[in-house]
């Protein structure tokens, strides 16, 4: 089935440095990419959707130059987080549209492992 | 703006009780609805989907249903076991994915 990988699965960094997510789609092309954030004990919260080749879009509330995200390949899409801060601390989740799966599949989602991110 | 609810927030019961996680949404425009579980500190792991189309799901001692036009689904778990103890999310599909709150289930051994 659909594999998505999430690299690193855990970071700790120092405030002000910035680290990069990367999301990989293993077995197929996703041509969208979903980037989500969970704070301890709440939800997930979409930040933003991936297209590739294109710039991402943003949900309300989610700084676009903080969390930069690049879709540059069909199998790839990365989260950078500048300047990171210990607000910023949380677990990073993506997940990825198989368009290859047919009518009944192109809205299936599969989940990527996670990244927790601490800043110090 | 779809909103997406989900009832009780936590809840414990003794091994082998069957048990019902609640999970209601405000837009009935949506392509499907996922059941999903998380572990602390884990990430998503798919459990149901079901399409729009669809009024329940079933995978092993699960049974997921779903009534879209009250914007209601619910997911059965018989049997219940320790191993199941853990949140579980659920989340609709319409132009993005939504996911509810979740909720956090103990199983008493």
């Known amino acids: 089935g659909a594999v998505v990988s999430q690299h690193p699965s855990w970071v700790i960094c120092k405030s002000g440095t910035s680290v990069k997510i990367e999301c990989r789609s293993l077995d197929f092309q996703a041509t969208t990419m979903f980037w989500y954030r969970q704070f301890p004990k709440q939800s997930l919260m979409l930040m933003a959707t991936?297209?590739?080749?294109?710039?991402?879009?943003?949900e309300q509330g989610v700084e676009k130059d903080k969390f930069l995200i690049n879709h540059a390949s069909l199998t790839l899409s990365t989260l950078t987080v500048t300047s990171a801060h210990p607000e910023d601390s949380s677990f990073y989740i993506c997940?990825?549209?198989?368009?290859?799966?047919?009518?009944?599949?192109?809205?299936?989602?599969?989940f990527g492992a996670g990244s927790r991110l601490t800043v110090l | 703006k779809q909103e997406v609810t989900q009832i009780p927030a936590a809840l414990s019961v003794p091994e082998g009780e069957n048990l019902v996680l609640n999970c209601s949404f405000t837009?009935?425009?949506?392509?499907?609805l996922q059941w999903f579980r998380q572990d602390p500190g884990k990430g998503l792991t798919s459990l149901l989907l079901i399409q729009s189309s669809q009024r329940e799901q079933t995978s092993g001692r699960l049974n997921a249903s779903l009534d879209k036009s009250s914007g209601r689904s619910t997911l059965y778990i018989a049997a219940s076991q320790p191993g199941d103890s853990a949140t579980y999310l659920c989340a609709v599909l319409d132009d993005k994915i939504i996911f509810g709150k979740g909720t956090r289930l103990h199983i008493l051994p």
């Open positions: 837009d009935s425009a949506i392509y499907n």
């Open positions: 991936s297209n590739e080749g294109s710039k991402a879009t943003y």
């Open positions: 997940s990825a549209r198989d368009p290859g799966r047919g009518i009944s599949g192109a809205n299936v989602l599969t």
